[in-house]
């Protein structure tokens, strides 16, 4: 069965391009949130099987919208996103429950061998 999945990120070509290589490797994306409160209220909206959420976006930033998703689904599974140089910020957010980390500029496969270890 296709997983469905959550995609947070500020930056909308972030979103697509995402969006595009889980889509042509059979998942879902069955929702888009610019900023972390989107993310929250988005994640509440479909529960989805699984978050990519970027950790710098406006509003609320992604490691505090994994602590809301976190609080209100304690199995919730959250992959985290990242520039380059944000070690603190992805040890925070491992330690706030996230299952794995991606590094941007993102590659393909590395975005997928994530998904598919956290949800197959």
């Keep these: 069965m296709a997983k469905n999945i959550l995609i947070c990120d500020d930056a909308a ?3 697509m391009m995402i969006k595009d290589i ?15 409160l989107k993310a929250v209220e988005k994640y509440n909206e479909t529960k989805p099987d699984l978050v990519l959420m970027d950790i710098t976006m406006p509003e609320m930033d992604g490691i505090q919208a994994l ?9 919730a599974i959250v992959i985290m996103c990242s520039a380059m ?3 603190a910020m992805v040890i ?3 330690q706030s429950g ?4 991606i590094v941007k500029p993102f590659q393909a496969d590395r975005v997928l061998e994530a998904v598919k270890k956290v949800v197959g």
Excluded: W
């Excluded at 602590?67 to 199995?75: A, Q, R, S």
């Design 92 to 94: 925070e957010s491992i």
């Design 98 to 101: 996230a299952k794995d980390f």
């Design 13 to 15: 070509f972030m979103r």
């Design 22 to 36: 889980l889509t042509k490797n059979g998942y879902v994306v069955v929702g888009e949130a610019e900023n972390g």
């Design 85 to 87: 140089g944000q070690q």
């Design 67 to 75: 602590k809301k998703i976190k609080e209100g689904d304690p199995g």
